[in-house]
């Protein structure tokens, strides 16, 4: 096992052929590690999480058992697109746990940002240990702790993972990927045949979109959230945003204007754009996102998403304003 600092002299990991090394070495370090024994890995769909997957499957195949629990405040396709992945196109042993019913009834009412986060990460733990618990024989836990993790590991990335696992799980940990920057990752993630929509997708908070749909969760205001997102995310693709501007997203507040839809009086929320540059996350400037690309994304959004009449632009960078709004 590695220890827990990146040696000065390990080369960046910066083409495909430097991954396909460093691949072809962890599977001998894992196989080496775990033997005949089995792993489990909370597979969120984020980019650590799937790398450290497929990386585990080329290794040690149905070893793995992957749990990928739906919160319900995913975006769109996600969950989708975990099972097409890696039930379908790697054949991995995937366990999915569809528990937005058991997280919704929770945050019903609740509107306090940080208990919020405290009820999602808490019941995140709870559903994954009760999975655990059926399983027989697991030996190892792995995970998709990255260099950073490790060089932050003063409590502030700690209070951003929702991952986070009750000490009583004594597993033996498996973490392929602890030495590399994201960047890194990334390109490992390429090698090892993951989709480019998968490996370079934006920053996403462990609690989802239950940080953006703003003070108390309602499952109408939840899925014009969701599908409002859905509308940025395809127009920033099409209009080759995506791959540039750092994180986008649309946050709802829990408050109604009155507008006209159909010559008649409209009661909706407002969806609120959101686009950001920055580097550490530590600082942000906004992206200008073009004039006509703002109409036609206000026309969108106001036409195609139920419950919506208003769409707004935040221009705050950050400071005064977080990345997040909650
Ligand atoms: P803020 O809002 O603090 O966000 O400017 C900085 C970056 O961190 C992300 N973020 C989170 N990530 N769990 C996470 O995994 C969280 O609870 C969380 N809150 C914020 C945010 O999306 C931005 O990229």
Not at 74 to 99: C, H, S, T, W
Not at 277 to 297: F, R
């Amino acid at each position: 096992m590695h220890n827990n600092v990146r040696p000065e002299n390990m080369a960046r990991i910066e083409d495909f052929a430097q991954a396909q090394a460093f691949i072809d070495e962890q599977i001998a370090a894992v196989r080496e590690q775990v033997g005949s024994k089995k792993v489990l890995l909370a597979l969120s769909g984020g980019v650590d999480s799937s790398v450290v997957a497929a990386l585990l499957i080329k290794a040690i195949g149905k070893q793995l058992v992957c749990v990928h629990v739906n919160h319900g405040l995913l975006r769109k396709g996600e969950p989708e697109q975990v099972i097409r992945v890696f039930r379908e196109e790697m054949d991995a042993n995937l366990i999915y746990v569809d528990a937005t019913d058991r997280f919704l009834d929770l945050l019903a009412g609740v509107s306090d940002p940080e208990t919020k986060r405290k009820i999602i990460g808490a019941e995140f733990i709870n559903v994954f240990a009760e999975e655990a618990a059926k399983l027989e024989g697991i030996s190892f836990l792995a995970q998709g702790t990255i260099y950073p993790d490790i060089l932050e590991s003063d409590g502030v990335k700690a209070h951003h993972n929702v991952g986070g696992l009750p000490e009583d799980m004594d597993f033996e940990l498996v973490e392929p990927v602890k030495l590399l920057y994201k960047d890194e990752v990334r390109v490992v993630g390429e090698a090892l045949g993951l989709p480019r929509n998968m490996v370079y997708r934006q920053p996403f908070p462990g609690p989802g979109l239950g940080v953006r749909c703003l003070g108390a969760i309602t499952r109408d205001r939840l899925h014009a959230l969701r599908e409002a997102d859905a509308i940025l995310r395809e127009e920033f693709d099409k209009n080759g945003l995506a791959g540039k501007v750092w994180q986008y997203f649309v946050a709802i507040p829990d408050m109604k204007s009155v507008g006209v839809k159909d010559g008649k009086r409209y009661e909706g929320w407002p969806a609120i754009i959101r686009a950001v540059n920055t580097t550490d996350a530590m600082t942000a400037t906004i992206e200008q996102i073009p004039y006509p690309l703002l109409h036609h994304l206000t026309e969108r959004i106001t036409h195609e998403v139920p419950g919506i009449n208003r769409v707004l632009l935040d221009l705050t960078p950050k400071p005064t304003g977080t990345i997040e709004w909650e």
